[in-house]
């Protein structure tokens, strides 16, 4: 029926048509029996929402009249939580035409409970495509939905994050505990929300992960960052999913759990860390590192493994014993037997053996050592090893050892007690000499127990020293006197210590040595004290002492310094020189007593004369004896000479004046005798005459005295005169030998022998000389009968030998007769007369004429003077010429 409008908009007229539905009730009725039929509610909605039909099973089981159901009357039977969540999704699908699916729950008419109910509605359209009805259905799923909230509940029990996501790969539910752990809502997670939970830096991986998952179907497996929405801070979380199908093969949906993580993470970090600790120190360390499996092959080898041997780890994992080819023959059964050893007892090992450098072919000592790692069940999973080259370590070892060697050579050589003692003093080491002197043993004196043999006196003073030495560090020195073990006696010893350092300069032994000073103690004793003798000496007032070094005086006492003048000052400046300090005249006399101090050690005392610092001379006897041979030094005595000289010198004038004085008057009275004898003789007066001439005995002996102490006083002045005149010498000899028989009964004089000379010399002079030694050898021989002059020649001397057979001279007066006034006073010959001066004279007289004079004697045998002078001779000052002598007034 379609109404008809006029131009006012008014029903004209109405156009009915009318249609046959017969054949459509029918077939509705019948649609309607089906829909009975059906178990399920069926119903159909307008297009407005408000229902139109429902089945019977609907009104069966809400109860409702079909007029309560109608149009909204159907809402009532929702659960009221329930009722705005379905208004609202119907609102959308009526807009936008899509069909609806929903669950909800509906309450039952007679028992008033609730029950789950799927709710799904399709549009229907005419040819305009207008929704002209909807056709729904609802179907029981009480019992899944049930199960479905056991599982819910189950899942929440979980101790891991369970969520649900749609076969489209959108979030659908997650569990409480994710809800708990990311503190998100249903509404935040649900779509794409959960994206929010991920790490920034690993959402995209993620999301295209589980994308690439639910596009090809297959189980998804992620790990990924979680944010712990309490805290704000992120674990780690293993995802997994797995699809569930329906029965054609359809994903419905996924079912997936993440699992924290987060330990494992960390655990695997500090894993990967640590084995990268591990490679980064087995490649920084100064050793060769490797791992074997204890099947024997290499895993790894480190870079200076490689460097050194020049063999690549692929080298080494082709052969189980790779590696031996580098050892040194001799070490092959060592490292078999280690490796083997430690496979057998799991035990780490360690042993010493030759690695040779692939590059150099040079063997060197490395020590191998190789540690077990093993897994949970104790299985041994591998070996870690190292070989550290230990070469320097070996000679400074090998070094050390020769060293100590040597040490204990060197200990058990010295003539010392050697010892070593720790830095708490406890000693570790004394050499066997220390025992044998000691008399003791080891167990008695190592540790603490040699301080029994110190002498009681020193023992505190020497432990006392000692702890402050090894607590200082410094070098010890110490005396001590320690007890020789045979005889109880202590003897003294110098103990001296030096400490060993190491390389941190921390001491680790001290090395000592007691050397026995006894007999340099005694020695040092006997030189203090004859040290103090020479400074007494040297302190000596009345001699003056020098020690000289050839010429140079080097040291001097107070008393020569002050006889000569000079001063310290310049004794220390070297300006004391002895040639320079002795008289012209004494140079070659002092030459000679140098030369004698060289051959002999000492020298005869003799008289000579210093120049003193101001120019004066000092008489002086000097003597002097070597007393050190490096440098050679002398020390000699001085006495100042010069009172002495001063008295002979008055002496000397004395004798000079006197013998002058006796000489005038004596010439007087043997004149006169001689004239009064002439006139006696003249007058007849015999007797008188005869008894005077006795008188000129006694006056001619006079004369002789006066005339030799004349001969004296002018030797000494150096006034004696000598005539050069040609002598026939034997001739002179036999008129010497005559005139002495013919004054001698008593003796025969045998002249043997001749000399055949004439020489140049003084005839009277040397009259003088064998008259002397003939008259001596007749005085000194008085039980006597002969007496021998031998006279014998070579081309250029003439000896004459006088020889007596009397008293004789003892041998160490043999010199000194020949000095002045010099006379043998034994008892024999008291009552001989004499005054020394013979021999004196004679002595002089010979040295003049250039010849020489020695006597040979023995006592009570008699004495032999020889006299040799030389036939030519160049006789200079004070010899005066005969001719000339004639010539002077
Ligand atoms: P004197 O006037 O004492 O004889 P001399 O100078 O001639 O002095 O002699 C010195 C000393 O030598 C004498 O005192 C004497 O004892 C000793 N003498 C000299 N000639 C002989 C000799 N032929 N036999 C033993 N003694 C002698």
């Not at 490679?279 to 050793?287: I, R, W």
């Not at 010439?667 to 005459?689: G, I, N, S």
């Not at 008259?771 to 001596?776: I, K, M, P």
Request: aromatic share 8%.
């Amino acid at each position: 029926m379609t109404p008809h409008l006029d131009a006012d908009g008014h029903v004209e007229y109405l156009i009915y048509a009318g249609r046959d539905i017969t054949a459509r009730k029918r077939a509705e009725a019948e649609l309607h029996a089906l829909v009975d039929a059906i178990p399920q509610q069926v119903w159909t909605m307008r297009p407005d929402g408000s229902l139109d039909y429902s089945n019977q099973r609907c009104l069966n089981y809400t109860g409702l009249s079909v007029e309560q159901g109608q149009g909204d009357g159907w809402i009532q039977c929702l659960h009221p939580d329930d009722q705005q969540r379905i208004r609202d999704a119907w609102q959308i699908s009526r807009k936008t035409g899509t069909p609806i699916e929903t669950e909800q729950r509906l309450r039952h008419g007679t028992t008033g409970a609730y029950q789950w109910f799927l709710a799904r509605a399709m549009p229907m359209r005419d040819e305009a495509g207008q929704i002209v009805k909807w056709f729904g259905t609802c179907t029981d799923i009480h019992e899944k939905k049930q199960a479905e909230e056991e599982l819910r509940v189950l899942v929440d029990a979980i101790p891991q994050h369970v969520w649900i996501m749609r076969s489209d790969g959108s979030a659908e539910y997650g569990n409480k505990r994710w809800a708990d752990y990311t503190t998100m809502t249903p509404q935040q997670y649900q779509v794409c929300g959960w994206l929010q939970a991920i790490h920034p830096d690993d959402r995209q991986r993620v999301l295209e992960g589980w994308q690439s998952a639910v596009q090809a179907g297959k189980p998804y497996e992620g790990e990924q960052r979680l944010r712990d929405g309490t805290t704000g801070e992120y674990r780690w979380f293993l995802a997994r999913a797995m699809p569930v199908r329906d029965e054609t093969g359809q994903i419905i949906k996924w079912f997936g759990t993440s699992t924290d993580i987060e330990e494992k993470k960390q655990a695997e970090q500090q894993l990967k860390e640590s084995r990268e600790s591990l490679h980064v120190l087995a490649e920084t360390v100064p050793q060769l590192v490797w791992v074997r499996r204890p099947d024997g092959l290499h895993e790894y080898v480190n870079q200076r493994w490689g460097d050194y041997t020049g063999l690549t780890l692929e080298h080494m994992q082709s052969d189980h014993w790779a590696h031996l080819q580098f050892i040194h023959p001799d070490d092959h059964e060592s490292n078999r037997a280690h490796w083997h050893h430690a496979l057998d007892t799991g035990i780490m090992y360690e042993h010493e053996e030759r690695l040779r450098n692939g590059q150099t072919g040079e063997y060197r000592w490395f020590l191998t050592r190789g540690v077990p790692m093993r897994d949970e069940a104790g299985q041994i999973v591998k070996w870690f090893g190292t070989c550290t080259d230990i070469e320097d370590q070996k000679r400074i070892e090998e070094r050390i050892k020769e060293s100590e060697e040597r040490f204990r050579v060197l200990a058990e050589t010295v003539p010392q007690l050697v010892w070593t003692i720790q830095p708490d003093g406890t000693a570790m080491y004394f050499n066997q000499r220390y025992y044998n002197y000691t008399g003791a043993s080891p167990e008695q004196a190592l540790g603490h127990g040699w301080s029994q043999f110190l002498h009681p006196d020193d023992s505190e003073q020497v432990l006392a020293l000692r702890r402050h030495l090894l607590a200082t560090g410094e070098p010890y020195e110490i005396e001590y006197r320690l007890r020789d073990g045979k005889t109880g006696n202590y003897r003294w010893f110098l103990a001296r210590a030096m400490p060993m350092h190491d390389e941190a300069g921390q001491i680790v032994k001290w090395f000592g040595t007691s050397t026995d000073i006894e007999d340099q103690k005694r020695i040092e004793e006997i030189l203090r004290q004859s040290q103090e003798r020479v400074n007494a000496l040297m302190k000596s007032k009345l001699i003056g002492i020098t020690i000289t070094e050839g010429e140079q005086i080097v040291d001097a006492n107070d008393t020569f310094l002050r006889m000569t003048g000079y001063t310290c000052e310049d004794l220390r400046a070297g300006r004391m020189n002895l040639m320079h300090m002795t008289a012209p005249e004494d140079l070659a006399r002092t030459r000679q007593a140098h030369q004698e101090l060289a051959v002999q050690q000492s020298m005869t005392p003799y008289e000579k004369e210093y120049v003193c610092q101001d120019g004066s001379r000092l008489p002086v006897l000097v003597c002097g004896v070597i007393f050190q041979h490096s440098p050679l030094q002398a020390i000699n005595f001085v006495l100042d000479n010069s009172a002495r000289k001063e008295l002979e010198q008055r002496k000397d004038d004395f004798i000079n004046m006197a013998s002058h004085e006796l000489k005038t008057p004596l010439t007087t009275l043997k004149m006169q005798t001689q004239l009064v004898r002439k006139r006696l003789e003249k007058q007849t007066h015999h007797e008188a005459a005869a008894l005077l001439s006795r008188v000129e005995g006694p006056v001619k002996q006079l004369e002789r005295l006066v005339g030799e102490l004349l001969d004296v006083s002018k030797i000494q002045a150096g006034r004696l005169e000598y005539i050069r005149e040609t002598v026939d010498l034997d001739a002179l000899l036999h008129e010497v030998a005559d005139t002495m028989q013919q004054l001698s009964p008593t003796h025969t004089i045998v002249v043997r022998g001749a000399t055949s000379c004439t020489l140049v010399g003084d005839k009277d002079r040397l009259r003088q000389v064998f008259t002397n030694l003939l008259s001596n050898a007749i005085k000194y021989s008085p039980g006597a009968e002969t007496l021998e002059m031998d006279l014998s020649a070579s081309p250029e001397t003439v000896t004459i030998r006088v020889r007596d057979h009397g008293l004789g001279i003892p041998r160490e007066q043999c010199d000194k007769i020949f000095d002045r006034f010099y006379r043998v006073t034994d008892l024999s010959r008291r009552a001989i007369p004499g005054l020394g001066m013979g021999l004196y004279i004679v002595a002089e007289i010979v040295k003049a004429h250039g010849g020489t004079i020695t006597v040979d004697s023995v006592v009570g045998k008699g004495s032999t003077f020889t006299v040799t002078l030389p036939t030519r001779t160049s006789l200079s000052s004070p010899w005066i010429d005969r001719e000339k002598q004639r010539s002077e007034p």
